[in-house]
């Protein structure tokens, strides 16, 4: 056992959490290392329950919104169940799309990387799409205290947060959101852990990491040039 593997023996779960906000390198080199999959996927799931069941009654407002202004005719007693089916479903499909984002995603910068010439282990790449993922999941839970504060459901910290009201809908607000700063922030991070655990180039791994989200952005583009 060399004295690297040694020491991140060491490193408990909880310094890996700390260490991607105040010393990324660092959370980096470890979790390509020696790769947590369970464990963070656990914090990730109970963050998500957290920071979205909080947020049903906004849920439960965006959907009687909706229904009001459907021009279907609907009696009382089916009302309060669409309301009610609507906001569960939107808050679970919320924690589901938060839960297994980052599990896509390192299936996906593994997929990139290895057509790019990678070495590394998919499971040392997801290893550190989670540990990365850590931010996302802070910047969610702040997201929530101004949601929860302002009571609009459409904040975020991204330029999409300028527009006017009554943009909230179009594809130019969720192309401006997907620039958000925790968003932006993650990918850096996860870039630099796959550039160690993949041993690829800072350009590869800019294009493992990034590729998929600028591609993703692109489309948001395409379609805010057909509006």
Do not use: H
Request: charged letters at 10%; proline letters at 4%; glycine letters at 8%.
């Amino acid at each position: 056992m060399d004295e690297n593997q040694s020491k991140n023996e060491q490193v408990s779960f909880l310094t890996r959490i700390i260490d991607v906000f105040i010393a990324p390198k660092r959370a980096m080199k470890v979790a390509s290392e020696k790769s947590i999959i369970l464990g963070f996927l656990v914090v990730i799931a109970i963050s998500a329950m957290i920071i979205y069941i909080p947020q049903r009654p906004m849920f439960l407002k965006m959907t009687m919104t909706a229904i009001e202004n459907s021009k279907e005719a609907i009696s009382a007693d089916e009302v309060d169940t669409l309301i009610s089916g609507g906001a569960n479903a939107a808050m679970f499909l919320s924690m589901f799309y938060f839960i297994c984002t980052p599990l896509f995603k390192g299936l996906v910068v593994y997929a990139v990387s290895t057509i790019l010439g990678g070495k590394g282990k998919l499971k040392s790449t997801v290893g550190i799409v989670l540990n990365a993922y850590m931010i996302m999941m802070i910047g969610q839970a702040l997201r929530m205290i101004v949601v929860l504060a302002t009571g609009n459901p459409y904040f975020s910290f991204s330029p999409a947060v300028f527009l006017p009201v009554g943009q909230q809908t179009t594809p130019l607000f969720s192309l401006l959101s997907a620039v958000d700063i925790f968003a932006v922030w993650y990918l850096a991070v996860s870039m630099y852990g796959v550039q160690i655990a993949q041993k690829l180039t800072p350009v590869k791994a800019f294009l493992a990491v990034f590729g998929p989200w600028l591609m993703m952005l692109s489309f948001g583009l395409a379609g805010v040039s057909g509006m």
